[in-house]
Nanobody
Framework: HVQLVESGGGLVQPGGSLRLACKASLSTYATKCMAWFHQVPGKEREGVASIDSGDNTFYAKSVKGRFTIWRDTTKNTLSLQMISLKPDDTAMYYC???????????????????WGQGTQVTVS
C-alpha cells in the first residue's frame, strides 16, 4: 500500500503560480499511472492532468497550456506546476496513483486506487 503526501498548496492572487508536489512512499510508483485531480465542495473530483508509464502527459482543456505535470523518479515525486492561475482553479488538489502500468490519458476517479489527503489551492 503506497502513501501519497501532497504539499505546496496555498493562497495566490489571480495570475500567480504554485507548484504542487506529491511524495510517494514506494519507489515502484515511479513508473505507475499517476494524476492530479481537483475538487470543489459539492462537486465530483475532476482530473486535471495525468502521466502514463511512458511519461506521456495529458491535460484537461481548462488547464492545458497553464499546468505542467512531471515526475522525478529519483525522489519518488510527482509535481504539478500551475501558472496563470484563475479563481476557477480554486479547489482541493489530490494526487492519485494506480498500482499498475498504463498508456494514454486516465482522468476518471475510478481509474485510480490510491489517493493523497489533498492540498488546498485558493486563487483570490
Amino acid at each position: 500500500h503506497v502513501q501519497l503526501v501532497e504539499s505546496g498548496g496555498g493562497l495566490v492572487q489571480p495570475g500567480g503560480s504554485l507548484r504542487l508536489a506529491c511524495k510517494a512512499s514506494l519507489s515502484t510508483y515511479a513508473t505507475k499511472c499517476m494524476a492530479w485531480f481537483h475538487q470543489v465542495p459539492g462537486k465530483e473530483r475532476e482530473g486535471v492532468a495525468s502521466i502514463d508509464s511512458g511519461d506521456n502527459t495529458f491535460y484537461a482543456k481548462s488547464v492545458k497550456g497553464r499546468f505542467t505535470i512531471w515526475r522525478d523518479t529519483t525522489k519518488n515525486t510527482l509535481s504539478l506546476q500551475m501558472i496563470s492561475l484563475k479563481p476557477d482553479d480554486t479547489a482541493m488538489y489530490y494526487c492519485a496513483a494506480y498500482g499498475g502500468t498504463c498508456w494514454g490519458p486516465r482522468t476518471l476517479e475510478k481509474e485510480y486506487n490510491q489517493w493523497g489527503q489533498g492540498t488546498q489551492v485558493t486563487v483570490s
